[in-house]
Structures are given as structure tokens and as C-alpha cells.
């Protein structure tokens, strides 16, 4: 298997106040958090309004209404910690933004499956469907797991081509912004690792290269 990065991520569902993210006040937090001295800036529009995301060599901080998405550009430990650090150190500054949940996104493909994992993805009705000319171009399978305290979200998907790929979703309710902080520290390469042994334990998927 290989990581889809684009699709590793921090997300902070609130009521966030977008206009705070202003360019001189997140390139500061940037600056003296890791020493940033050049932070490109995206412009998205849409039915919103303009909203600006802040690009780094590590990460996109992307902060939406709705929440805020720290996306990762890299996924070595020193990358997913500096987010981790910026995600908290941003709450612990808008102690007072009304926060109700985050979680952390992995993702991973990979070309073809082995038999065994073929083999979960045959259903009972698959000789029904196709006697009836309809053709199967993805399957899914989705799981919620109690991990500890954090619920595991986990979505495996095969397309027609017998190529997988895998989604994991680390998630916590909480009721406030300190209480998010408080959780997520240290929670990045735990769930990271969680991630890896599930794939590999369960599964007997291995990714290739090293994390």
C-alpha cells in the first residue's frame, strides 16, 4: 500500500471566525511557531465568499466556517507534529470558538488486491446484479470502531479494477476547545501508528516505504 497524502489531514468541526485568519496575523503565527518566513496564499471562491488558505512546505491551513483543516503536503513525523502543534496552539489562542469535534484523516491505495481481501468484498447478491446487467464499478465497506476513546471510521473501497483504497478516520466529540486541545496532544503519531497496525493486523496490509 501507499499513502494518499493529500488526504491526510487535522479537522476541527466549530463555528470558526474566519475573518481572525487574516494573512499578517496567520503568517505571524507561522512565523514564530516554526520559523516561516514565506507562506503562500491560495484565494478559493465560491458561493461563501473568498476564503484564503495558507501553504507551507508541511501543511495547507485551510480555515472554513465550519471548521479548520490543517491538510498535509508531507507526512514524515517532524510535518505531523509541527500540525498537530499548530492546530493546538490555534485553539489554545481562540479558547472561546465553540468546538465540537475533531479528527485525524489517513488515507492509502493500493493497485490490487490479494485473494483473501477479494474475498470480502463478495457479496451476496453480486451474481443477482450482474444476471440483471448491472455492473459493480466500486464496492465499499465501511466500519465504526470504539478505539480506547476515539471512534475509528474506517472505509475500504474496491473498484471494478481490484484496486483498493483506504480511508481512516480518527474521531473525538468534545464539548469545548480546551477539551480539544487537551485530547489531541500527542495523538498524531499514536493514531498514525494505530493506523499502520490496523491495516497490517487485521488486514495483512503492509505500506510500502517508510512513514
Known amino acids: 500500500m501507499h499513502p494518499v497524502i ?23 503565527k507561522l512565523k514564530e511557531l516554526f520559523g516561516y518566513t514565506h507562506v503562500s496564499l491560495e484565494f478559493m ?13 508541511h501543511f495547507i491551513v485551510n480555515p472554513q466556517p465550519s471548521a479548520l483543516i490543517v491538510a498535509m503536503k508531507q507526512i514524515d513525523d517532524k510535518s505531523l507534529l509541527w500540525a498537530e502543534q499548530l492546530v493546538e ?11 465540537s469535534a475533531f479528527g485525524l484523516n489517513f488515507a ?7 485473494s483473501e481481501l477479494i ?11 450482474a444476471e440483471n446487467n448491472y ?18 471510521n474506517a472505509m475500504l473501497t474496491m473498484t471494478e479494477d481490484d484496486s483498493l483504497s483506504v480511508r481512516l478516520n480518527f474521531h473525538h466529540d468534545v464539548a469545548n476547545a480546551e477539551e480539544a486541545w487537551t485530547r489531541l496532544t500527542g495523538r ?24
Not at 493529500?6 to 505571524?28: D, K, L
Not at 496552539?89 to 468546538?99: A, F, K, Q
Not at 455492473?135 to 475509528?152: E, F, Y
Not at 487485521?202 to 510500502?208: A, E, H, P, Q
Request: charged fraction near 20%; glycine fraction near 6%.
Open 6 to 28: 493529500e488526504n491526510w489531514s487535522i479537522v476541527v468541526a466549530g463555528v470558526w471566525n474566519t475573518a481572525i485568519f487574516s494573512p499578517p496575523w496567520m503568517g505571524g
Open 89 to 99: 496552539d490555534l485553539l489554545r489562542t481562540l479558547p472561546h470558538t465553540p468546538v
Open 108 to 114: 492509502f491505495t493500493d493497485e490490487a488486491l490479494n
Open 188 to 211: 498524531t503519531l499514536l493514531y498514525k501508528a494505530d493506523g499502520l497496525n490496523f491495516l497490517q493486523n487485521v488486514y495483512g496490509l503492509r505500506v510500502k516505504g517508510t512513514l
Open 45 to 57: 471562491t465560491d458561493q461563501r465568499g473568498t476564503q484564503v488558505n495558507f501553504s507551507t512546505d
Open 119 to 129: 474475498s470480502l468484498f463478495r457479496l451476496s447478491d453480486a451474481d443477482r446484479l
Open 135 to 152: 455492473r459493480t464499478t466500486s464496492l465499499s465497506i465501511q466500519r465504526s470502531l470504539q478505539l480506547d476513546d476515539a471512534k475509528l
